[in-house]
């Protein structure tokens, strides 16, 4: 019987203590266990602070950097140089989606000229940020196949490079698409690889694909 009580005082006391003062008015702040970054030390926009000596909170940008995503020119404009590009694109061109229409494009966009150069370049961002799962082969059997991820995409899978095989090949713009959006497990690469960027990788993946055909390499 003592323990009957003991438990009824207990539920009590959890109850009050949950719901009991639910509604109560208070001028004292309330008791956040769990803030969750309500209150941030930060700045709001077209707001002041005595934070800096002019008072105002909104800086100018750091004198001679660039916005992360844009490139460099390699002359300036005073010099006849292009303007900068954004290399985060939002277009609707086959260049920006790998698309034309509703449909997967194939071959590198106008925009894109395949030299040694690209293909080095393409090599450098597979390695950064796809070979940890799609192997430095192409096989799908990165660092990561090691830790429970099997099932990474291999590029060297019969009819995948074979435009001829309608039912497992993959276009150009298929592969450009995945990068940006993501597929299955791989996340979006979107906001990470500028647009170019992404066509060089996958000028390399073909590369990759035609090393491996002309040298009889299988690859498993």
Known sequence: MKYFFLSIIFLAVIVVSAAGFRGGKSELPPLEIFPDMDNQAKIKFQAASPFFADGVGARVPVAHTVPMGFDVPAKAAVDGG???????????????????????????????????????????????????????????????????????????????????????????????DTITNGKGLMGSYGGNIPVRDRWAIVAYIRALQTAVKDNGVKIQ
Do not use: W
């Open 82 to 176: 292009a303007p900068p590009k954004f290399g985060f694109s939002n277009g609707t061109d086959y260049y920006s989606t790998g698309k034309v229409g509703d449909f997967y494009g194939d071959g590198m966009p106008a925009e894109i000229e395949v030299n040694t150069a690209l293909i080095e370049r393409g090599q450098q961002r597979y390695d950064i940020y796809c070979a940890i799962c799609h192997g430095a082969s192409g096989n799908g059997k990165g660092v990561t196949s090691k830790y429970g991820i099997l099932n990474a995409f291999n590029f060297h899978q019969p009819g995948i490079a074979d435009p001829t095989n309608v039912t497992a090949y993959r276009a150009d713009g298929a592969i450009f």
